[in-house]
């Protein structure tokens, strides 16, 4: 009896990052010139591995998707955020709601399991350099980018078809900048757990699988470099590991925090900071980090600048 009085939710507003009207023009500035930096560092790495012919190697094929999948994770959340810094009422109807939930999924599982390949590649590289050729073969990036979507493609099912299944009554306000799993759960006025466990589940398995893979990779990679007798050889090889090292501490820590936790613990103000280092910051921070210390990515750069041919 209580359904059939219940004003089904058809649109959802977003409470934002803050709701102090005196900083919606400030972070409106902020986070516009991000989204900028972002798409021109993503875009631009993607442009120059596809006119390098140099760099048209397993690293820089990673390194392409890694591009890809951050111009379209950052631009599934960042767009709406802006324009909710413009409006007094931040809406979002519920199939676009729905729509978002799952486009960012997919993309944030796609750069979890991206990033345990690129791992990989590494390890081979460092570890197993004479048969790099042969384990990291055209056939073998391939295979490992349509796994990474095609686990991420599972997630997002699972995720978005459970968050179907639930009713939204009267509560319509979510907590949070854009459609984020748990916020959403909190407006439920069906049972949630069935949901939870799943959020847990392959959450858990999204993350620490393939968590697992870059850590066993970098403790054999380490063990290989404690090997090697010269001291420059060891920065070396340390060096060519230090990027994604930075961008797995940035992903991973702050998605780790959000959802390997029940959805009632903490406040969703606290989860809405690791959330704006992995969906805003790590997208823009990326590119920044791979061609300001790679040597052939600058070389590349210069190239292009100066008009030279490939």
């Not at 980018?145 to 095609?150: A, D, E, H, Q, W």
């Not at 790590?282 to 790679?294: A, G, H, Q, T, W």
């Amino acid at each position: 009896m209580a359904t059939e009085n219940a004003s089904f939710v058809t649109e959802f507003f977003l409470v934002g990052l803050t709701d102090h009207p005196n900083l919606q023009l400030p972070f409106l500035f902020l986070f516009l010139l991000i989204y900028m930096v972002t798409v021109l560092g993503n875009l631009g790495l993607i442009t120059l591995i596809g006119l390098n012919s140099h760099l048209h190697i397993t690293m820089y094929f990673f390194l392409l998707n890694l591009s890809f999948i951050d111009l379209c994770y950052s631009s599934v959340v960042i767009p709406k955020m802006l324009l909710n810094f413009l409006t007094k009422k931040n809406t979002i109807s519920y199939q676009g709601c729905m729509t978002q939930f799952f486009f960012y999924c997919f993309f944030a599982i796609s750069e979890c399991y991206l990033l345990s390949a690129m791992a990989y590649d590494r390890y081979v590289a460092i570890c197993n350099p004479l048969l790099y050729i042969i384990a990291m073969s055209p056939k073998v990036c391939s295979c490992l980018m349509f796994g990474s979507y095609l686990m991420a493609f599972s997630g997002s099912i699972a995720h978005t078809g459970c968050l179907l299944r639930l009713t939204f009554c009267d509560a319509n306000t979510i907590n949070h900048y854009f459609c984020d799993i748990l916020p959403v759960l909190q407006l439920s006025c069906t049972s949630t757990y069935v949901n939870e466990l799943v959020v847990f589940t392959v959450s858990g398995i999204n993350l620490i699988v393939p968590s697992l893979t870059i850590f066993i990779s970098y403790g054999l990679i380490i063990y290989s470099i404690l090997q090697i007798s010269s001291t420059e050889g060891r920065f070396k090889a340390f060096r060519t590991c230090s990027s994604h090292i930075t961008a797995v501490f940035m992903f991973y820590g702050s998605a780790s925090f959000m959802y390997l936790q029940p959805s009632s613990a903490g406040s969703m103000d606290e989860g809405k900071i690791p959330s704006v280092v992995y969906t805003i910051v790590v997208p823009m921070m990326n590119p920044l980090v791979y061609s300001l210390r790679n040597k052939d990515v600058k070389l590349a750069l210069k190239k292009m600048l100066s008009g030279r041919k490939f």
